[in-house]
Nanobody
Framework: EVQLVESGGGLVQVGGSLRLSCTASGFRGDDYVIAWFRQAPGKEREGISC????????YSADSVKGRFTTSIDNYQNTVYLHMSRLTPDDSGVYYC??????????????????????RGQGTQVTVSS
C-alpha cells in the first residue's frame, strides 16, 4: 500500500522560507512521480511542481519558479519542497500526490493535471504579513 506523509508546514513571515517533506512508502524502487499541490480557501487547487524519482526531472509552475525548488532523496524516499521568499499568496494547504511512473512521459503541464492515485493528508502553510 502506498502512503504519502507530508511534514514541515507552519507559520512564517513574509520573505521567509520553509521546507516541506513528503515521505513515500509502498512504491517499488524509484519508479514513481511526486507532485506538490496547494489549495487556499476560495481558490482552485494549484499544481506547483513535480519530480520524477527515477531521473530527478523536475517541473514547476511559473508562480513559484525562482522561489521554490523540488528535490528528492531516493534513499529516504522523501521529496522536498524548498520554499523561499514566501508571500501571503503562498498560504494554503500543501499536499503531495504520487503515482507509479510506468514508463510514461512526464512533462509540464501534464504532471500537474494528472489524476494521481495517492495523496497525503496535507500540511498547512501560513505566511503572515
Amino acid at each position: 500500500e502506498v502512503q504519502l506523509v507530508e511534514s514541515g508546514g507552519g507559520l512564517v513571515q513574509v520573505g521567509g522560507s520553509l521546507r516541506l517533506s513528503c515521505t513515500a512508502s509502498g512504491f517499488r524502487g524509484d519508479d514513481y512521480v511526486i507532485a506538490w499541490f496547494r489549495q487556499a480557501p476560495g481558490k482552485e487547487r494549484e499544481g506547483i511542481s513535480c519530480i520524477v524519482a527515477m531521473d530527478h526531472s523536475t517541473y514547476s509552475a511559473d508562480s513559484v519558479k525562482g522561489r521554490f525548488t523540488t528535490s528528492i532523496d531516493n534513499y529516504q524516499n522523501t521529496v522536498y519542497l524548498h520554499m523561499s521568499r514566501l508571500t501571503p499568496d503562498d498560504s494554503g494547504v500543501y499536499y503531495c500526490a504520487g503515482t507509479v511512473g510506468e514508463g510514461k512521459v512526464w512533462s509540464w503541464p501534464n504532471c500537474r493535471t494528472y489524476e494521481y492515485d495517492h495523496r497525503g493528508q496535507g500540511t498547512q502553510v501560513t505566511v503572515s504579513s
